[in-house]
Protein backbone atom coordinates (compact mmCIF):
# COMPACT_ATOMS: atom_id res chain seq x y z
CA UNK A 1 0.00 0.00 0.00
CA UNK A 2 1.55 3.20 -0.87
CA UNK A 3 1.66 6.53 1.81
CA UNK A 4 -1.31 8.33 0.43
CA UNK A 5 -3.08 5.33 0.18
CA UNK A 6 -2.63 4.82 3.73
CA UNK A 7 -3.37 8.16 4.71
CA UNK A 8 -6.70 7.93 2.82
CA UNK A 9 -7.60 4.72 4.68
CA UNK A 10 -6.71 6.20 8.07
CA UNK A 11 -8.86 9.60 7.09
CA UNK A 12 -11.76 7.42 6.36
CA UNK A 13 -11.48 5.15 9.59
CA UNK A 14 -11.72 8.35 11.38
CA UNK A 15 -14.34 10.13 9.68
CA UNK A 16 -16.33 6.97 10.28
CA UNK A 17 -15.40 7.01 14.13
CA UNK A 18 -16.83 10.50 14.57
CA UNK A 19 -20.12 10.25 11.93
CA UNK A 20 -20.56 7.23 13.93
CA UNK A 21 -20.16 8.75 17.41
CA UNK A 22 -22.70 11.28 16.08
CA UNK A 23 -25.14 8.89 15.02
CA UNK A 24 -24.86 7.47 18.49
CA UNK A 25 -25.52 10.84 20.29
CA UNK A 26 -28.41 11.22 18.02
CA UNK A 27 -27.37 13.96 15.79
CA UNK A 28 -28.09 12.33 12.72
CA UNK A 29 -27.50 15.30 10.63
CA UNK A 30 -24.43 15.77 11.48
CA UNK A 31 -23.23 12.34 10.92
CA UNK A 32 -25.14 12.26 7.57
CA UNK A 33 -22.98 15.16 6.79
CA UNK A 34 -19.77 13.25 7.37
CA UNK A 35 -20.93 9.62 6.02
CA UNK A 36 -21.59 11.62 3.12
CA UNK A 37 -17.80 13.00 3.12
CA UNK A 38 -16.61 9.48 3.39
CA UNK A 39 -18.48 8.32 0.12
CA UNK A 40 -16.97 11.23 -1.72
CA UNK A 41 -13.83 10.23 -0.84
CA UNK A 42 -14.59 6.49 -1.49
CA UNK A 43 -17.79 5.71 -3.17
CA UNK A 44 -17.47 2.19 -2.10
CA UNK A 45 -16.98 2.21 1.29
CA UNK A 46 -18.58 -0.74 3.10
CA UNK A 47 -19.40 1.49 6.18
CA UNK A 48 -20.25 4.92 4.35
CA UNK A 49 -22.91 3.01 2.56
CA UNK A 50 -24.25 0.64 5.40
CA UNK A 51 -24.59 3.48 8.03
CA UNK A 52 -25.96 6.02 5.78
CA UNK A 53 -27.99 3.20 4.82
CA UNK A 54 -29.26 2.63 8.20
CA UNK A 55 -29.72 6.42 9.04
CA UNK A 56 -31.74 6.76 6.11
CA UNK A 57 -34.35 4.09 7.85
CA UNK A 58 -34.37 5.57 11.00
CA UNK A 59 -35.51 8.83 9.11
CA UNK A 60 -38.04 7.18 7.41
CA UNK A 61 -36.19 7.10 3.98
CA UNK A 62 -36.44 3.59 3.07
CA UNK A 63 -36.26 3.24 -0.22
CA UNK A 64 -33.02 5.58 -0.36
CA UNK A 65 -32.12 2.83 2.78
CA UNK A 66 -32.28 -0.28 0.85
CA UNK A 67 -30.70 0.98 -2.00
CA UNK A 68 -27.54 2.20 0.09
CA UNK A 69 -27.61 -0.96 1.74
CA UNK A 70 -27.52 -2.73 -1.40
CA UNK A 71 -24.62 -1.20 -2.81
CA UNK A 72 -22.78 -1.99 0.71
CA UNK A 73 -23.93 -5.70 0.19
CA UNK A 74 -22.66 -6.17 -3.30
CA UNK A 75 -19.04 -4.78 -1.80
CA UNK A 76 -19.18 -7.21 1.65
CA UNK A 77 -21.93 -9.66 1.08
CA UNK A 78 -21.12 -11.82 3.93
CA UNK A 79 -22.33 -9.04 6.91
CA UNK A 80 -24.99 -10.57 8.56
CA UNK A 81 -26.36 -7.25 9.87
CA UNK A 82 -26.80 -5.51 6.76
CA UNK A 83 -28.51 -7.98 5.10
CA UNK A 84 -31.38 -7.47 8.64
CA UNK A 85 -30.73 -3.98 8.18
CA UNK A 86 -32.21 -4.00 4.88
CA UNK A 87 -34.99 -6.21 5.74
CA UNK A 88 -36.12 -3.53 8.09
CA UNK A 89 -36.62 -0.79 5.52
CA UNK A 90 -38.10 -3.46 3.04
CA UNK A 91 -40.67 -4.25 5.79
CA UNK A 92 -41.57 -0.78 6.43
CA UNK A 93 -42.19 -0.38 2.69
CA UNK A 94 -44.38 -3.74 2.77
CA UNK A 95 -42.12 -5.31 0.44
CA UNK A 96 -42.55 -8.46 2.93
CA UNK A 97 -41.47 -11.03 1.00
CA UNK A 98 -38.25 -9.18 0.07
CA UNK A 99 -37.82 -8.52 3.68
CA UNK A 100 -37.95 -12.19 4.33
CA UNK A 101 -35.48 -12.92 2.27
CA UNK A 102 -33.02 -10.56 4.16
CA UNK A 103 -33.89 -12.36 7.52
CA UNK A 104 -33.24 -15.35 6.32
CA UNK A 105 -29.76 -14.42 4.82
CA UNK A 106 -28.66 -12.82 8.18
CA UNK A 107 -29.63 -15.81 10.03
CA UNK A 108 -27.62 -17.90 7.64
CA UNK A 109 -24.82 -15.62 8.48
CA UNK A 110 -25.38 -15.45 11.93
CA UNK A 111 -28.01 -17.85 13.25
CA UNK A 112 -27.48 -17.20 16.35
CA UNK A 113 -28.85 -13.53 15.84
CA UNK A 114 -32.18 -13.08 17.79
CA UNK A 115 -33.73 -9.79 16.21
CA UNK A 116 -33.32 -11.70 12.64
CA UNK A 117 -35.70 -14.30 14.36
CA UNK A 118 -37.87 -12.11 15.91
CA UNK A 119 -38.53 -10.10 12.97
CA UNK A 120 -38.70 -13.31 10.33
CA UNK A 121 -41.31 -13.96 12.46
CA UNK A 122 -43.42 -10.72 12.33
CA UNK A 123 -42.70 -10.28 8.37
CA UNK A 124 -44.47 -14.38 8.41
CA UNK A 125 -46.99 -13.36 11.06
CA UNK A 126 -47.89 -10.24 9.05
CA UNK A 127 -48.23 -12.75 5.72
CA UNK A 128 -50.95 -14.99 8.26
CA UNK A 129 -48.59 -17.41 8.86
CA UNK A 130 -48.52 -17.86 12.56
CA UNK A 131 -47.44 -21.76 12.85
CA UNK A 132 -44.05 -20.56 10.77
CA UNK A 133 -44.19 -17.41 12.63
CA UNK A 134 -44.50 -18.75 16.41
CA UNK A 135 -41.35 -21.27 15.63
CA UNK A 136 -39.07 -18.21 14.55
CA UNK A 137 -40.05 -16.39 17.70
CA UNK A 138 -38.77 -19.32 19.73
CA UNK A 139 -35.43 -19.40 18.15
CA UNK A 140 -35.22 -15.76 18.90
CA UNK A 141 -36.13 -16.65 22.55
CA UNK A 142 -34.01 -19.66 23.01
CA UNK A 143 -30.90 -17.07 21.28
CA UNK A 144 -32.30 -14.51 23.88
CA UNK A 145 -34.60 -15.52 26.68
CA UNK A 146 -34.53 -11.82 27.95
CA UNK A 147 -35.96 -10.68 24.85
CA UNK A 148 -39.23 -8.85 25.66
CA UNK A 149 -40.36 -7.96 22.23
CA UNK A 150 -39.77 -11.74 21.40
CA UNK A 151 -42.33 -13.28 24.02
CA UNK A 152 -45.00 -10.76 22.99
CA UNK A 153 -44.62 -11.21 19.99
CA UNK A 154 -44.70 -14.97 20.43
CA UNK A 155 -47.80 -14.22 22.70
CA UNK A 156 -49.56 -13.01 19.29
CA UNK A 157 -48.80 -16.36 17.33
CA UNK A 158 -49.96 -18.30 19.75
CA UNK A 159 -53.19 -16.49 19.91
CA UNK A 160 -53.96 -16.44 16.26
CA UNK A 161 -53.64 -20.17 16.59
CA UNK A 162 -56.30 -19.71 19.22
CA UNK A 163 -53.93 -20.92 21.73
CA UNK A 164 -55.32 -18.68 24.29
CA UNK A 165 -54.25 -20.11 27.63
CA UNK A 166 -50.61 -20.28 26.39
CA UNK A 167 -50.57 -16.74 24.90
CA UNK A 168 -50.97 -15.32 28.34
CA UNK A 169 -48.15 -17.06 29.77
CA UNK A 170 -46.18 -15.61 26.89
CA UNK A 171 -47.41 -11.98 27.60
CA UNK A 172 -47.13 -12.02 31.32
CA UNK A 173 -43.36 -13.86 30.63
CA UNK A 174 -42.92 -10.54 28.46
CA UNK A 175 -44.04 -8.44 31.05
CA UNK A 176 -41.84 -9.67 34.06
CA UNK A 177 -39.16 -9.13 31.72
CA UNK A 178 -40.19 -5.34 31.01
CA UNK A 179 -43.20 -4.11 33.98
CA UNK A 180 -43.59 -1.31 31.34
CA UNK A 181 -44.68 -3.07 27.79
CA UNK A 182 -48.10 -1.17 27.58
CA UNK A 183 -48.23 -2.91 24.41
CA UNK A 184 -47.99 -6.41 26.38
CA UNK A 185 -50.59 -5.49 28.27
CA UNK A 186 -53.18 -4.78 25.78
CA UNK A 187 -52.46 -8.30 24.27
CA UNK A 188 -52.87 -10.03 27.51
CA UNK A 189 -56.26 -8.20 27.92
CA UNK A 190 -57.02 -9.59 24.23
CA UNK A 191 -56.33 -13.32 24.81
CA UNK A 192 -58.16 -12.90 28.45
CA UNK A 193 -60.53 -11.91 26.34
CA UNK A 194 -60.38 -14.65 24.33
CA UNK A 195 -60.73 -16.71 27.05
CA UNK A 196 -63.77 -15.06 28.03
CA UNK A 197 -62.86 -13.40 31.10
CA UNK A 198 -64.18 -9.86 30.63
CA UNK A 199 -62.84 -8.60 33.67
CA UNK A 200 -59.52 -9.56 33.72
CA UNK A 201 -59.46 -8.49 30.01
CA UNK A 202 -60.56 -4.86 31.22
CA UNK A 203 -58.11 -4.90 33.76
CA UNK A 204 -55.40 -5.21 31.60
CA UNK A 205 -56.51 -2.74 29.13
CA UNK A 206 -56.55 -0.21 31.80
CA UNK A 207 -52.82 -0.87 32.71
CA UNK A 208 -51.87 -0.28 29.51
CA UNK A 209 -53.43 3.37 29.54
CA UNK A 210 -52.16 3.84 32.74
CA UNK A 211 -48.80 3.25 31.38
CA UNK A 212 -48.96 4.84 28.08
CA UNK A 213 -52.45 7.05 28.32
CA UNK A 214 -52.26 7.88 24.22
CA UNK A 215 -52.25 4.32 23.60
CA UNK A 216 -55.36 4.60 21.12
CA UNK A 217 -54.83 0.57 20.34
CA UNK A 218 -55.69 0.14 23.99
CA UNK A 219 -58.68 2.09 24.12
CA UNK A 220 -59.93 1.03 21.34
CA UNK A 221 -59.62 -2.58 22.64
CA UNK A 222 -61.29 -1.95 25.78
CA UNK A 223 -64.12 0.09 23.76
CA UNK A 224 -64.76 -3.21 21.56
CA UNK A 225 -64.63 -5.58 24.94
CA UNK A 226 -67.08 -2.97 26.81
CA UNK A 227 -69.63 -2.89 23.67
CA UNK A 228 -69.46 -6.82 23.84
CA UNK A 229 -70.65 -6.99 26.79
CA UNK A 230 -73.46 -4.64 26.67
CA UNK A 231 -72.00 -1.26 28.09
CA UNK A 232 -72.75 0.83 24.77
CA UNK A 233 -72.03 4.17 26.82
CA UNK A 234 -68.77 3.71 28.16
CA UNK A 235 -68.04 2.20 24.84
CA UNK A 236 -68.64 5.25 22.63
CA UNK A 237 -66.43 7.25 25.35
CA UNK A 238 -63.60 4.78 24.61
CA UNK A 239 -64.30 5.05 20.33
CA UNK A 240 -64.47 9.08 20.97
CA UNK A 241 -60.86 9.08 22.84
CA UNK A 242 -59.32 7.03 19.81
CA UNK A 243 -60.96 9.31 17.17
CA UNK A 244 -58.98 12.42 19.07
CA UNK A 245 -56.17 10.59 19.49
CA UNK A 246 -55.88 9.03 16.11
CA UNK A 247 -58.20 10.28 13.49
CA UNK A 248 -57.27 7.53 10.98
CA UNK A 249 -57.48 4.75 13.23
CA UNK A 250 -58.97 2.04 11.24
CA UNK A 251 -62.56 1.95 11.68
CA UNK A 252 -63.07 4.48 14.00
CA UNK A 253 -65.18 7.17 12.87
CA UNK A 254 -67.78 4.18 11.98
CA UNK A 255 -67.42 2.89 15.11
CA UNK A 256 -68.37 5.87 16.68
CA UNK A 257 -71.24 6.89 14.14
CA UNK A 258 -72.92 3.44 14.84
CA UNK A 259 -72.48 3.15 18.72
CA UNK A 260 -74.38 6.97 18.29
CA UNK A 261 -76.67 5.18 16.38
CA UNK A 262 -77.65 2.98 18.76
CA UNK A 263 -77.73 5.23 21.69
CA UNK A 264 -79.80 7.62 19.49
CA UNK A 265 -77.56 10.31 20.12
CA UNK A 266 -78.05 12.42 16.69
CA UNK A 267 -76.25 15.65 17.14
CA UNK A 268 -74.32 16.12 14.10
CA UNK A 269 -75.06 12.79 12.88
CA UNK A 270 -75.54 14.16 8.85
CA UNK A 271 -72.15 16.24 9.57
CA UNK A 272 -70.27 12.94 10.46
CA UNK A 273 -71.84 10.51 7.97
CA UNK A 274 -70.41 12.88 4.95
CA UNK A 275 -67.09 12.64 6.60
CA UNK A 276 -67.68 8.98 6.73
CA UNK A 277 -68.64 9.13 3.18
CA UNK A 278 -65.80 10.31 2.04
CA UNK A 279 -63.47 7.96 3.59
CA UNK A 280 -65.36 5.33 1.89
CA UNK A 281 -65.12 6.84 -1.26
CA UNK A 282 -61.55 7.61 -0.61
CA UNK A 283 -60.96 3.50 -0.02
CA UNK A 284 -59.96 4.27 3.67
CA UNK A 285 -60.68 1.54 6.25
CA UNK A 286 -63.55 3.41 7.22
CA UNK A 287 -66.14 1.23 8.55
CA UNK A 288 -66.89 -2.38 8.32
CA UNK A 289 -69.51 -3.22 6.28
CA UNK A 290 -71.88 -5.25 8.50
CA UNK A 291 -72.24 -1.68 10.92
CA UNK A 292 -72.87 -0.07 7.43
CA UNK A 293 -75.59 -2.10 6.43
CA UNK A 294 -77.26 0.02 9.68
CA UNK A 295 -76.51 3.14 8.10
CA UNK A 296 -76.86 3.22 4.41
CA UNK A 297 -78.74 1.82 1.65
CA UNK A 298 -76.35 2.63 -0.83
CA UNK A 299 -75.02 -0.53 -3.01
CA UNK A 300 -71.80 1.34 -4.00
CA UNK A 301 -71.13 2.44 -0.76
CA UNK A 302 -71.92 -0.88 1.23
CA UNK A 303 -69.63 -2.69 -1.86
CA UNK A 304 -66.96 -0.18 -2.00
CA UNK A 305 -66.57 -0.85 2.39
CA UNK A 306 -66.57 -4.09 1.72
CA UNK A 307 -64.23 -4.74 -0.46
CA UNK A 308 -61.89 -2.32 1.54
CA UNK A 309 -62.42 -4.34 4.41
CA UNK A 310 -61.58 -7.99 2.43
CA UNK A 311 -58.34 -6.27 1.53
CA UNK A 312 -57.59 -5.24 5.40
CA UNK A 313 -58.20 -8.45 6.84
CA UNK A 314 -56.26 -9.97 4.31
CA UNK A 315 -53.27 -8.01 4.99
CA UNK A 316 -53.54 -5.76 1.83
CA UNK A 317 -50.52 -7.43 -0.20
CA UNK A 318 -48.70 -10.63 -0.40
CA UNK A 319 -45.25 -8.78 -1.28
Known amino acids: MSESGGQEEGQLA ?19 ALYLRVLQIQPDDFDGLHLLGVLSGEQGEHAAAVELISRAIKVNPGFAQAHYNRGLSRQALLQ ?43 MAIAVDPKGADAYNNHGCSLLALNQSAQAVASFEKA ?14 GNAYRALYQPDLALG ?50 GDVLHTRAFLCEWTNMAEHFAMLEAQIEDDQAAISPFALLSMTSSPALQKKAAERFVAHISGDSQN
Not at 175 to 188: F, G, M, R, T, V
Open 175 to 188: IALKPDYSEAYNNL
Open 96 to 138: RRAALADYEKAIELLPAYADAHNNRGNVLQSLNKNAEALASYE
Open 204 to 253: AYDKAITLKPDFSGAHYSRGTLLRAIGEHPEALSCFEKVLALDPGFPYIL
Open 14 to 32: ELIDQAIALHQCGELCEAK
